[in-house]
Each structure stands twice: as C-alpha cells, then as structure tokens.
C-alpha cells in the first residue's frame, strides 16, 4: 500500500512511518518539505503522489503555544488541514486524521461517546475541531481519530517523565484521561487501512485515569521513589485551560474493528520494563 504521512518531523510521525515501512511504500514529508499552509504545494504534492491513504499528522500541538498564537493554530490546524482534505477528496484519497479527545468540553462525569457534542475549552481543541469539520465535509472517506495522552515514541511524556526524576513533579490532581500506547493506537489506523467503516473513533487505552495517578505509575514501575505535587486544575498561570474530563469510551472501535486494547497499566509496565532493559 502506497501511504503518504505528513508531519515526519515529529516524533510520533517518525514512530508509525517506521511501524508501516516495513510492508508498504512510504513518503513522508516534513513541514519544510510539505507546508499545509500553502495549499497549492499541499496540492500538487498529494497529486502528484496519489497514495492509497494518506494519515494527516501534521499538527501544532503544543497545548500553551496555540493559546498564546491563536492565527498560527488555525493556520496549521484548521486551514492546513482543509489543504490536505481538498486533494483527497478531489481523487477520492481515504484520510485518516489524527485529532484530539481535547475536542470536548471535560464537564461530563463518565467517558465521552464519539456521538457526545463537542464543545472545547481551548484553542488547540478548537482548531482540531474545526479541522475535523472541514474533513467531514470535504471527504466522503475519512477516519478520524480522537485520542490524547500518548506515549511510547521518543521524547513522549512518559520519557520526559522518566528523564525528569530527579527535580519535583508538579500534577494536575483532578485532570483525567487515557493514556494511549503508540503501538496500539497503530494496531487501530493499521485496520482502517482496508475498512471502509470511515468515522469518527474515540482512541486510548482502558481504563481512564488521573494525570498525578499516572505518574506516580510511571515512577512505580521504574523502580524511583519520588514525591509528586499534586495541584488544582489551571493552578498554573500562563497556560491553556484543559478539559476536566477527557476520557473515552472506546467501544465503538472494537464493534467495528474487532480490535480489543489491553489496559494502559500493562502497557505501560512493558514499555517501561523494555527501556529498563535497553539502557
């Protein structure tokens, strides 16, 4: 399968271009090469190469940095996602587009369905919204992936973690989500690759779990006694406010993938065993 991956210069991009490479025929593209704001390069670029699929992961993600450049987030996020879109609908090119579980609000009190409105609290939600929108206009055949708290590729959260034991942990107390292992999240775009059950899909590993509860897990299973902060939501000055509540019910990728995900507890102890190892 030919799979055009935009964004390769993050760590991420770099983790499931080098999963997918193996088996099918890859051309990633940096922003230097491929910038989304310049819709006639996006253009030419996804015409001229006519991929099989093309996985969007091309993102300003930096939560605080959007806030704080809101023109630029919408730049990338929002009209550089409906640059890629366009291409892909004009040759019928299946999208699979990596958004976020930032989309909701973070008030309701048990996981969010995909169906649930969304409604987000920050400008990075926002504009990954907003691109989701224009995809599900533009595009007859799409998935999107909403997911949020991942780890496993290089310079993750788990890793910077892991790279910071050594200095207080200061922790959002209440903030709550699912910890998503990248090789799982990969198991789900690896079966959409030859489905035509386009959607939008909630990703993340059961169950959810407090952002200070997954911490102290990370320093468990390594092995460190540390003592972790815990402060109120949006204690800190200068940053984007983040949903209370970003947890996902993830029952409809298993109805329609028949993929089952094992809890983030044991994935965790094995990314964390494995690096043990490798050091």
Same mark, same amino acid.
């Given at each position: 399968? /030919?799979?055009?991956?935009?964004?390769?210069?993050?760590?991420?991009?770099?983790?499931?271009?080098?999963?997918?490479?193996?088996?099918?025929?890859?051309? $990633? @593209?940096?922003?230097?090469?491929?910038?989304?704001?310049?819709?006639?390069?996006?253009?030419?670029?996804? %015409? *001229?190469?006519? !991929?099989?699929? #093309?996985?969007?992961? *091309?993102?300003? $993600?930096?939560?605080?940095?959007?806030?704080? *450049?809101?023109?630029?987030?919408?730049?990338?996020?929002?009209?550089?996602?409906?640059?890629?879109?366009?291409?892909?609908?004009?040759?019928?090119?299946?999208?699979?587009?990596?958004?976020?579980?930032?989309?909701?609000?973070?008030?309701?009190?048990?996981?969010?369905?995909?169906?649930?409105?969304?409604?987000?609290?920050?400008?990075?939600?926002?504009?990954?919204?907003?691109?989701?929108?224009?995809?599900?206009?533009?595009?007859?055949?799409?998935?999107?992936?909403?997911?949020?708290?991942?780890?496993?590729?290089?310079?993750? @959260?788990?890793?910077?973690?892991?790279?910071? $034991?050594?200095? $207080?942990?200061?922790?959002?107390?209440?903030?709550?989500?699912?910890?998503?292992?990248?090789?799982? #999240?990969?198991?789900?775009?690896?079966?959409?690759?030859?489905?035509?059950?386009?959607?939008?899909?909630?990703?993340?590993?059961?169950?959810?779990? %407090?952002?200070?509860?997954?911490?102290?897990?990370?320093?468990?299973?390594?092995?460190?006694?540390?003592?972790? #902060?815990?402060? !109120?939501?949006? @204690?800190?000055?200068?940053?984007?406010?983040? !949903?209370?509540?970003?947890?996902?019910?993830?029952?409809?990728?298993?109805?329609? @993938?028949?993929?089952?995900?094992?809890?983030?507890?044991?994935?965790?102890?094995?990314?964390?065993?494995? /690096?043990? /190892?490798?050091?």
């Amino acid at each position: 399968m /030919k799979i055009l991956i935009t964004g390769a210069e993050n760590p991420l991009s770099n983790y499931i271009e080098n999963r997918f490479k193996g088996t099918n025929e890859i051309y $990633s @593209f940096t922003r230097n090469e491929l910038d989304i704001s310049d819709k006639n390069l996006t253009y030419e670029i996804i %015409t *001229d190469n006519k !991929p099989d699929i #093309l996985i969007h992961l *091309d993102s300003m $993600s930096n939560i605080d940095i959007c806030e704080h *450049d809101e023109s630029l987030a919408y730049t990338i996020n929002t009209i550089g996602t409906l640059n890629v879109a366009y291409p892909c609908s004009i040759l019928n090119i299946p999208i699979i587009f990596l958004s976020t579980s930032y989309v909701y609000d973070g008030n309701k009190n048990s996981p969010y369905f995909e169906t649930d409105k969304c409604s987000p609290v920050n400008i990075y939600g926002k504009t990954k919204l907003a691109g989701e929108k224009l995809i599900r206009t533009l595009c007859k055949k799409y998935f999107i992936v909403r997911t949020g708290w991942i780890f496993g590729e290089e310079n993750c @959260f788990v890793n910077k973690v892991l790279n910071n $034991s050594n200095v $207080s942990m200061f922790v959002c107390s209440t903030e709550t989500g699912n910890p998503t292992y990248v090789e799982d #999240l990969c198991r789900v775009i690896e079966k959409m690759f030859n489905s035509n059950l386009y959607g939008i899909y909630n990703c993340g590993n059961p169950s959810s779990t %407090t952002k200070s509860a997954w911490v102290k897990k990370i320093f468990n299973y390594a092995g460190i006694e540390r003592r972790i #902060l815990e402060m !109120p939501e949006n @204690f800190l000055r200068n940053t984007a406010i983040r !949903p209370k509540n970003s947890s996902l019910n993830i029952s409809l990728i298993k109805n329609c @993938f028949d993929i089952e995900l094992p809890n983030w507890e044991s994935r965790l102890s094995e990314y964390i065993n494995d /690096k043990l /190892k490798n050091q």
